[in-house]
């Protein structure tokens, strides 16, 4: 239910209209950061105080005799009294001829009483501070930000307790104007306990406002008594004794029209301002968080970097391992050939089949075997450097999830258990950053889990297999496209192995012909440069092969973990880009939230309302 509003100058207008735009720019960019609903609703109850009276608050312990206070300072009995708590909800007094009291639907009552004093301002009793009621606690804290003036009572027989303290601690950050009513001295013994008292109360008010408040010690009880005795001097030395008198005469003169018409508008953009700081901090914590995010995301791809030139390197040395098999074939090939292709060996080279035994002998001897062993033991190796390198980047993401600061100040695996959802949303988080943590946390946790599943379900024999398949399959295909199917080392035989095919049937040849025995050098000579090729080229097949597949298998490995990361990478990313631009908001924000205090707080703004 809006009331009646107040009427401003022209200058306060405008100073209204810029409020409110700077309110309704800093909603939207507390939409975008995902704020708490709850201050999203402060934001709104604080600019919406502007088209109501000016509320003067009155908060502090049931017990400390707020509802007497207030009858006192009224001069009638409009508040119930008891020794326990009486004020079950926010209730608003408010200026009416005939006394009236109703519930609104907004769960505050509305009592409306003929006392002067409530012509200009209207009073608004809550609910004690203390615990005792969990619901008047929390009612009392919510109305706060709608405040314009707040006047906090403590009790002078137990002044400052812990709730009060707490209290005023979050009175601070909404930076209101507060004045202290020290209630109930004429339970203390003398001037000297009182002023003790009120030394007291200065001392760590200043403390928890950060400012020195005013500090006005009293007697609600003595200052009804007054008003209800009939003897006239006897009222006077109450009412004296009471000292109300000095507090009524500080509030007459503080909210004066002007005075009002000031604390009106500076009441909600202390909620502006406060939002502001406390959303500037955020961002800078989840900058801080995201920046640790970007360096896990660095540090997950320097591994991959790193294990990537380290395997390389590896392979190379296991690769001239496998050509150096190849270069000792061919050294063999040299000898067989000078041994073989000559005069003295004729008998021999009239004998192609035993020519050809000899050179499978001799030459091929086990180079297909030991070539076939070092491709599996290359697998072998492949396998089990892969397995490690997952097992690492399963050890930093477990280390950085665990360790890892969360937006709600929180972090470790009794944390990380809060993250499991049913898929019907966030449950038991609340406050500011709580759906940014989740989901940050969440992204992390993903490319932890992917790591973990990739780890505990690594089955070392079938990816053996599987490279066995792929590299064996690859090499073999480098002798004719059927030789996969016999295997790696009668593929390399082949390859080679015709080599001593030139020399079947050479000597027949050359008696045959008559050409003479100077074709047996050149035979030889052609013999090894055949060869020559055939070994050269199988070198570089073996190489091009191998090295094509083992890079093949080292991206796919890469890939599974850049897929994993992905989702985690892209939010670093897009709230990278979404704080930053909340920090360049927030901080133009502030600065036109100052320059507006300055205005408001300047003769121009500060023209009386026509009330």
Same mark, same amino acid.
């Given at each position: 239910?809006?009331v009646?509003?107040?009427?401003?100058s022209?200058q306060?207008?405008e100073?209204?209209?810029a409020?409110?735009?700077?309110?309704q720019?800093?909603a939207?960019?507390?939409?975008?950061f995902?704020?708490?609903?709850?201050d999203t609703?402060t934001?709104?109850n604080?600019?919406?105080?502007l088209?109501e009276?000016?509320?003067?608050?009155?908060a502090?312990?049931?017990?400390?005799?707020?509802?007497?206070?207030?009858?006192?300072?009224l001069?009638?009995?409009?508040?119930?009294?008891?020794v326990t708590?009486t004020?079950a909800?926010?209730?608003?007094?408010r200026?009416a001829?005939?006394p009236?009291?109703?519930?609104?639907?907004?769960?505050?009552e509305e009592?409306?009483?003929?006392?002067?004093?409530?012509?200009?301002v209207?009073?608004?009793?809550t609910?004690?501070t203390?615990?005792?009621?969990?619901?008047?606690?929390?009612?009392?804290t919510e109305?706060?930000?709608?405040?314009?003036?707040?006047?906090?009572?403590t009790s002078?027989?137990?002044?400052?307790t812990?709730?009060e303290?707490?209290?005023?601690?979050?009175?601070?950050?909404?930076g209101?104007?507060v004045?202290?009513?020290?209630?109930?001295?004429?339970?203390l013994?003398?001037?000297?306990?009182?002023?003790?008292?009120?030394?007291?109360?200065r001392r760590?008010?200043?403390?928890l406002?950060?400012a020195?408040?005013?500090?006005f010690?009293?007697?609600?009880?003595?200052?009804?008594?007054?008003r209800?005795?009939?003897?006239?001097?006897?009222?006077?030395?109450?009412?004296?004794?009471?000292?109300?008198?000095?507090?009524r005469e500080y509030?007459?003169?503080a909210?004066?029209s002007?005075?009002?018409?000031?604390l009106?508008?500076?009441?909600?953009l202390g909620v502006?301002?406060?939002?502001?700081?406390?959303?500037?901090?955020?961002?800078?914590?989840?900058q801080?968080?995201?920046?640790?995010?970007?360096?896990?995301?660095?540090?997950?791809? #320097?591994?991959?970097a $790193?294990? /990537?030139q380290?395997?390389?390197? +590896?392979?190379?040395? @296991? =690769?001239?391992?496998?050509?150096?098999?190849v270069?000792?074939?061919?050294d063999?090939?040299?000898?067989?050939?000078d041994d073989?292709?000559?005069?003295?060996?004729?008998?021999d080279?009239?004998r192609g089949e035993?020519?050809?035994?000899?050179?499978?002998?001799?030459?091929?001897?086990?180079a297909?075997e030991?070539?076939?062993y070092a491709?599996?033991?290359?697998?072998?190796w492949?396998?089990?450097?892969?397995?490690?390198?997952?097992?690492?980047?399963?050890?930093?993401?477990t280390?950085?999830?665990?360790?890892?600061?969360s937006?709600?100040?929180?972090?470790?695996?009794?944390h990380?258990t809060?993250?499991?959802?049913d898929g019907?949303?966030?449950?038991?988080?609340d406050g500011?950053?709580a759906?940014?943590?989740f989901?940050r946390r969440?992204?992390?946790?993903?490319v932890?889990? #992917?790591?973990?599943r $990739?780890? /505990?379900t690594?089955?070392?024999? +079938?990816e053996?297999? @599987? =490279?066995a398949e792929?590299?064996?399959?690859?090499v073999a295909?480098?002798a004719?496209a059927?030789?996969?199917?016999?295997?790696?080392?009668m593929?390399?035989?082949?390859?080679?192995?015709?080599?001593?095919a030139?020399?079947?049937?050479i000597?027949?040849?050359?008696?045959?012909l008559g050409?003479g025995?100077?074709?047996?050098?050149l035979?030889r000579?052609?013999?090894?440069?055949q060869f020559?090729?055939?070994?050269?080229?199988?070198e570089?097949?073996?190489?091009?092969?191998?090295?094509?597949?083992?890079?093949?298998?080292?991206?796919?490995d890469?890939q599974?973990?850049?897929?994993a990361?992905?989702?985690?990478m892209?939010f670093?990313?897009?709230?990278?880009e979404?704080v930053?631009?909340?920090?360049?908001?927030?901080?133009?924000?502030?600065h036109?939230a100052?320059?507006?205090?300055q205005?408001?707080?300047?003769?121009?703004?500060s023209v009386?309302?026509?009330?």
């Amino acid at each position: 239910m809006v009331v009646s509003p107040s009427v401003f100058s022209e200058q306060q207008r405008e100073a209204l209209v810029a409020e409110r735009q700077l309110a309704q720019a800093l909603a939207a960019c507390l939409q975008g950061f995902q704020s708490s609903a709850e201050d999203t609703a402060t934001l709104q109850n604080a600019i919406r105080s502007l088209d109501e009276p000016f509320l003067l608050v009155v908060a502090g312990e049931f017990n400390a005799g707020k509802s007497a206070f207030i009858n006192a300072l009224l001069g009638e009995t409009v508040a119930p009294e008891g020794v326990t708590p009486t004020t079950a909800v926010v209730t608003l007094l408010r200026y009416a001829e005939t006394p009236t009291r109703h519930m609104r639907a907004d769960g505050i009552e509305e009592a409306f009483s003929p006392a002067a004093f409530l012509r200009d301002v209207a009073i608004v009793d809550t609910p004690g501070t203390n615990a005792v009621l969990r619901r008047h606690e929390q009612l009392t804290t919510e109305f706060i930000p709608r405040s314009d003036f707040i006047l906090f009572v403590t009790s002078a027989d137990r002044p400052f307790t812990e709730s009060e303290r707490l209290f005023l601690e979050r009175i601070r950050t909404w930076g209101k104007k507060v004045v202290l009513i020290i209630n109930k001295v004429d339970l203390l013994r003398s001037k000297d306990d009182v002023t003790q008292v009120v030394s007291f109360v200065r001392r760590h008010a200043a403390d928890l406002l950060g400012a020195q408040p005013e500090v006005f010690p009293l007697s609600a009880r003595l200052a009804q008594e007054a008003r209800q005795a009939s003897d006239g001097p006897e009222s006077i030395r109450l009412w004296e004794t009471s000292r109300l008198g000095v507090l009524r005469e500080y509030l007459i003169g503080a909210l004066d029209s002007e005075g009002r018409a000031r604390l009106k508008l500076l009441s909600p953009l202390g909620v502006v301002e406060r939002l502001i700081q406390v959303y500037t901090a955020e961002a800078m914590k989840r900058q801080t968080l995201l920046d640790e995010d970007a360096r896990t995301i660095a540090a997950i791809e #320097a591994q991959l970097a $790193t294990h /990537r030139q380290e395997m390389l390197a +590896a392979f190379e040395q @296991r =690769l001239r391992a496998i050509q150096s098999i190849v270069l000792e074939m061919r050294d063999r090939g040299h000898r067989f050939f000078d041994d073989t292709v000559r005069l003295g060996r004729l008998s021999d080279l009239l004998r192609g089949e035993k020519i050809q035994e000899a050179f499978q002998r001799e030459v091929i001897a086990n180079a297909p075997e030991e070539i076939a062993y070092a491709v599996n033991g290359l697998i072998e190796w492949m396998v089990e450097q892969e397995q490690r390198h997952w097992q690492r980047i399963n050890e930093y993401l477990t280390r950085r999830r665990l360790s890892s600061p969360s937006a709600l100040g929180q972090a470790g695996e009794a944390h990380d258990t809060s993250l499991v959802s049913d898929g019907s949303g966030v449950r038991g988080m609340d406050g500011i950053g709580a759906t940014f943590d989740f989901t940050r946390r969440r992204a992390l946790q993903r490319v932890a889990i #992917a790591a973990d599943r $990739t780890l /505990r379900t690594y089955d070392r024999e +079938a990816e053996a297999r @599987r =490279l066995a398949e792929s590299l064996q399959g690859a090499v073999a295909q480098t002798a004719g496209a059927g030789v996969a199917a016999i295997g790696v080392g009668m593929g390399i035989a082949l390859i080679v192995g015709t080599a001593a095919a030139d020399l079947t049937g050479i000597t027949a040849a050359i008696v045959l012909l008559g050409v003479g025995l100077g074709i047996l050098p050149l035979r030889r000579r052609r013999a090894k440069r055949q060869f020559d090729t055939r070994t050269h080229e199988l070198e570089e097949r073996l190489a091009t092969t191998l090295r094509d597949q083992f890079t093949h298998e080292l991206d796919a490995d890469a890939q599974r973990l850049t897929g994993a990361l992905a989702p985690y990478m892209q939010f670093v990313r897009l709230e990278q880009e979404r704080v930053a631009k909340t920090r360049a908001t927030l901080e133009r924000l502030g600065h036109e939230a100052e320059a507006l205090r300055q205005r408001i707080q300047s003769d121009e703004a500060s023209v009386a309302p026509h009330c």
